[in-house]
């Protein structure tokens, strides 16, 4: 599989502040998905990027895709406490794996009022 | 409908003890997973089951052995359990990956508390 790197590991900011987690391989990325973890809850599928340069938007986040397909990052525009949860990015998997997800360690965003 | 349902939520037990996990997901997807989470956040592949073909990841104690009776369903059944299994174990589904890679969902979770 594609190990990939996550930083930061963790995240705390006020209300209203912009936040990024960025996402790294050693290794070129065929696809690169983000995923979204509340507290206490279970991975969600947010966006999965496969091109080369590729932006993507949802509303207040902005995922990108690096040219050189070896980084992404996942940034939120004002930040409100219904962001408040781990971001994980996940590469591909290989036939090694059964094609399952390797994920990065994830960020864990604090939103504080 | 959920699409992917666990069951228990949560699990405690004690140290040597065999307990089970059921997964079912209503997809109508090919290939399950099994993930571990540990306390530090971090999703581990345990198994993944496609068509009858079971990938082991080879970190995965053999106490641990999945069984699918048919396509809808991954059960995870552990024997001897021991402290260190502690954590949050979910499972997920997704369409057939391969050379392309599917969005994956993921049941609630089952946490399993062994004392």
């Known amino acids: 599989g594609q190990q990939v790197m996550q930083i930061p590991q963790y995240q705390h900011v006020q209300e209203g502040e912009d936040f990024t987690t960025y996402c790294n391989s050693s290794?070129?990325?065929?696809?690169i998905q983000w995923y979204k973890q509340r507290p206490g809850g279970h991975p969600v599928f947010l966006i999965q990027?496969?091109?080369?340069?590729e932006v993507k938007k949802q509303k207040r986040l902005t995922f990108q895709f690096g040219e050189a397909k070896k980084n992404s990052s996942l940034h939120i525009t004002a930040t409100q406490t219904t962001d408040v949860g781990t971001y994980f990015c996940?590469?591909?998997?290989?036939?090694?794996?059964?094609?399952?997800?390797?994920f990065g360690k994830g960020t864990s965003l604090l939103v504080t009022p | 409908d959920t699409a992917v349902s666990q069951t228990p939520k949560y699990l405690v037990t004690q140290m040597g003890n065999d307990k089970s996990i059921k997964c079912e997901q209503n997809?109508?997807?090919?290939?399950m997973y099994w993930y571990k989470q540990d306390s530090k956040k971090f999703l581990k592949i345990m198994f993944s089951?496609?068509?009858?073909?079971?990938?082991i990841n080879e970190t995965v104690p053999n106490r641990f052995s999945p069984k699918s009776p048919d396509k809808a369903h991954l059960n995870l059944h552990i024997n001897s359990l021991e402290l260190g299994d502690s954590a949050v174990y979910f499972c997920?589904?997704?369409?057939?990956?391969?050379?392309?890679?599917?969005?994956?969902?993921f049941g609630p979770g089952t946490r399993l508390t062994v004392t």
């Open positions: 997920a589904s997704s369409q057939d990956p391969g050379t392309l890679s599917y969005e994956q969902y």
């Open positions: 290794t070129t990325l065929s696809n």
């Open positions: 990027l496969v091109k080369s340069g």
């Open positions: 997809l109508g997807h090919d290939t």
């Open positions: 996940a590469g591909p998997g290989n036939s090694n794996s059964g094609y399952a997800l390797n």
């Open positions: 089951y496609n068509n009858k073909e079971l990938i």
